[in-house]
């Protein structure tokens, strides 16, 4: 069963821009935070932007100034929009939820490639 589902993923050409969406309708409850995570081919998974239930934000240092995470006004809705775009974004952007007392929920990916 898939909890959380992303989209708006594809190919660009370096300096372009995407917006990738994240939706998790089948919860019942809302998560504290809700973040963005990528994954290279050969490389660990690492956090690129997460968002608090207090809109605060935080950032990996390669992306501050070239992508705003935010919130939708639906529950467990989340995007990241992505401005600048370079090769070395290229990854697997992955959402996660994370409750207090739920845990941590994933999304499957949304593949983000970067080339001319």
């Known amino acids: 069963q898939v909890l959380l589902v992303e989209s708006g993923g594809g190919l660009v050409q370096p300096g372009g821009s995407l917006r990738l969406s994240c939706g998790a309708p089948?919860?019942?409850?809302?998560?504290?935070?809700m973040a963005w995570y990528r994954q290279a081919p050969g490389k660990d998974r690492e956090l690129v932007a997460d968002?608090?239930?207090?809109?605060?934000?935080n950032y990996a240092d390669s992306v501050k100034g070239r992508f705003t995470i935010s919130r939708g006004n639906a529950k467990n809705t989340v995007y990241l929009q992505m401005n600048s775009l370079k090769p070395e974004d290229t990854a697997v952007y992955h959402c996660?939820?994370?409750?207090?007392?739920?845990?941590?929920?994933w999304g499957q990916g949304t593949q983000v490639t970067v080339s001319s």
């Open positions: 996660n939820g994370r409750h207090t007392f739920f845990g941590n929920y």
């Open positions: 089948t919860i019942g409850f809302t998560f504290s935070t």
């Open positions: 968002i608090s239930s207090g809109d605060s934000t």
